[in-house]
């Protein structure tokens, strides 16, 4: 029985988490779960699975809870220091990473002290602390297991191989919503257009960042951290059926892939459980009724958010963070109806243009550079 703390319990990926443990009874159990806000989902959640306990962060929210779970013997906690406590609790095995943003890198760095396997769904993590991050992996000698389709393609197509006999990373994205459309055409889109994806069922803030192409930078980051891989041998292609969820070219020209229909249970079920492969009771992917895949080169002119986050990974040092921060700041805008799609990689640009440059930063640095920048964006 592998033991869970499920740290964003309440956002898309949390949920469909819980619905892999809910499905592999007797294999996985929840001892902690932690949420920002939403105190419906998670009373739901903990009358369920039972946790022993639970994290708030919105202390006023976390009071409420705790008059509404009185008739249980769950432990309600707030903050960031209950978020960590969640997140590194002393009986679990494991703990998955699915909160949004670089609220996640704390509680992810004390876990993996505490001994903790990750299965790593958080992408500003490895973006802005991966110098960090990766050598304190090694260190503690945890597994850190990629939740991203495209991160567990590359991961499950790296079995068994020798990752210097990477040749290039072939990182697929959808091309979103607004693939093959020109600047021009996106100067009047609206956040009801961005949300539209064409195959994934997401939050509102990855949506958007899969619609200007943010999201694709982001994973191309976390490529190099994950499976130290030099930027330039990291090559995104557009396949808008996503079917192909990324792929490994080798030394000897050979490609290895993984393919499967556009559903995170299938890597998040992966994660969990690894290194065994369970039944995961799901459509599959019928080659005949598919007929063909395509892929296509991603416009770089249009959507320009992917040159700048490899221009972040290859100037290094607190870049990337500046690149995350300054999207989150813009992306939070965009939803609230503040600034137009088109500003979103503009106003990353800019910050990029502006915030001072820290070759090795620390974590307070790290800390320090995301909110600098984002009062640099208000």
């Known amino acids: 029985?592998?033991?869970?703390?499920?740290?964003?319990?309440?956002?898309?990926?949390?949920?469909?988490?819980?619905?892999?443990?809910?499905?592999?009874?007797?294999?996985?159990?929840?001892?902690?779960?932690?949420?920002?806000?939403?105190?419906?989902?998670?009373?739901?959640?903990?009358?369920?699975?039972?946790?022993?306990?639970?994290?708030?962060?919105n202390e006023d929210k976390a009071k409420e809870l705790s008059y509404r779970v009185r008739d249980l013997s769950v432990r309600i906690v707030s903050g960031m220091e209950g978020l960590i406590e969640c997140a590194a609790y002393d009986e679990t095995d494991m703990t998955l990473m699915s909160v949004v943003g670089m609220i996640g890198v704390r509680p992810t760095i004390e876990a993996i002290k505490a001994g903790k396997d990750i299965a790593l769904a958080n992408k500003e993590t490895l973006v802005t602390a991966g110098h960090i991050i990766m050598p304190l992996v090694r260190e503690k000698g945890v597994k850190l297991l990629p939740v991203d389709s495209e991160h567990s393609a590359i991961f499950q197509s790296l079995r068994g191989e020798e990752t210097s006999k990477i040749e290039k990373v072939l990182l697929t994205a959808s091309g979103g919503p607004f693939r093959g459309m020109k600047r021009k055409d996106l100067e009047k889109v609206t956040l009801a257009d961005a949300l539209k994806h064409p195959n994934w069922s997401m939050g509102k803030k990855i949506t958007v960042d899969s619609s200007t192409l943010v999201n694709k930078g982001l994973e191309v980051c976390e490529v190099k951290w994950l499976f130290d891989v030099d930027p330039d041998n990291i090559q995104v292609v557009v396949q808008p059926q996503s079917i192909l969820h990324s792929a490994v070219q080798f030394s000897d020209g050979a490609i290895i892939g993984q393919m499967g229909i556009p559903d995170m249970k299938l890597p998040i079920q992966f994660a969990l459980l690894y290194p065994d492969r369970s039944y995961l009771k799901d459509k599959r992917v019928d080659l005949f009724e598919l007929g063909s895949i395509t892929f296509e080169k991603p416009d770089t002119e249009t959507f320009k958010a992917l040159p700048l986050a490899y221009r972040a990974l290859k100037t290094g040092g607190n870049m990337p963070t500046v690149f995350n921060a300054a999207n989150e700041e813009a992306v939070a805008r965009f939803l609230d109806g503040k600034i137009g799609f088109l500003q979103i990689t503009e106003e990353i640009e800019r910050a990029m243009d502006s915030v001072k440059f820290i070759k090795d930063p620390s974590l307070e640095e790290i800390l320090w550079t995301e909110m600098y920048t984002r009062e640099l964006q208000k």
């Open 1 to 57: 029985m592998r033991k869970l703390s499920v740290i964003g319990s309440t956002g898309s990926i949390g949920r469909q988490a819980l619905e892999v443990v809910r499905n592999n009874p007797g294999k996985l159990s929840v001892l902690t779960l932690a949420a920002c806000t939403n105190i419906d989902i998670l009373e739901e959640q903990i009358r369920e699975f039972a946790p022993k306990t639970v994290c708030v962060f």
